[in-house]
């Protein structure tokens, strides 16, 4: 009985969120993108060129008059390292990479000062996060050249 509540309270605050998501497919439909794709630009345009440019690297019938088709074929290949990289800034999961399971280590530690316990993420886990971080942006900003230089390119 108590769950059937909870359920039935969840589904009524829920209304107005479903609502906005209508809204907002139909704003896609009519103008190719809503209002809540403008709250995180970076990740919803990650979210489309990523996949595109994957798929006309692997699907594409053509490539820019100035290059070949295997020149064409890597530096699509460049580009897509240089988006993977902006994805996992934005995504930035890299403790999870470097120390996996931290999360879960830490909720079982008490910490009275919100702060995040050193027994669980040390200093050198920080560095190796900001190392990997600059990297990746590092990586993302010496493709984006060759995304601007074929952009008009960009097609099959």
């Given at each position: 009985?108590?769950?059937?509540?909870?359920?039935?309270?969840?589904?009524?605050?829920?209304?107005?969120?479903?609502?906005?998501?209508?809204?907002?497919?139909?704003?896609?439909?009519k103008r190719g993108w809503a209002d809540c794709d403008c709250w995180a630009i970076d990740s919803y345009l990650i979210s489309i060129i990523l996949p595109m440019?994957?798929?006309?690297?692997?699907?594409?019938?053509?490539?820019?008059?100035?290059?070949?088709?295997?020149?064409?074929?890597?530096?699509?290949?460049?580009?897509?390292?240089?988006?993977?990289?902006?994805?996992?800034?934005?995504?930035?999961?890299?403790?999870?990479?470097?120390?996996?399971?931290?999360?879960?280590?830490?909720?079982?530690?008490?910490?009275?000062?919100?702060?995040?316990?050193?027994?669980?993420?040390?200093?050198?886990?920080?560095?190796?996060?900001?190392?990997?971080?600059?990297?990746?942006?590092?990586?993302?900003?010496?493709?984006?050249?060759?995304?601007?230089?074929?952009?008009?390119?960009?097609?099959?």
């Amino acid at each position: 009985m108590i769950n059937t509540y909870y359920s039935l309270i969840r589904f009524i605050k829920d209304i107005p969120w479903k609502l906005r998501q209508i809204k907002f497919f139909y704003q896609r439909g009519k103008r190719g993108w809503a209002d809540c794709d403008c709250w995180a630009i970076d990740s919803y345009l990650i979210s489309i060129i990523l996949p595109m440019l994957k798929e006309l690297k692997k699907n594409h019938q053509g490539h820019p008059g100035d290059v070949t088709d295997e020149e064409w074929t890597n530096i699509l290949s460049e580009m897509i390292a240089g988006f993977e990289a902006a994805d996992r800034v934005l995504e930035d999961d890299y403790l999870d990479t470097i120390q996996p399971g931290w999360f879960e280590e830490m909720e079982k530690i008490p910490d009275l000062n919100n702060k995040l316990s050193s027994k669980v993420i040390t200093k050198k886990t920080m560095r190796i996060h900001a190392s990997m971080y600059k990297k990746d942006i590092k990586l993302f900003k010496s493709k984006m050249p060759l995304f601007t230089k074929y952009f008009f390119g960009l097609w099959d």
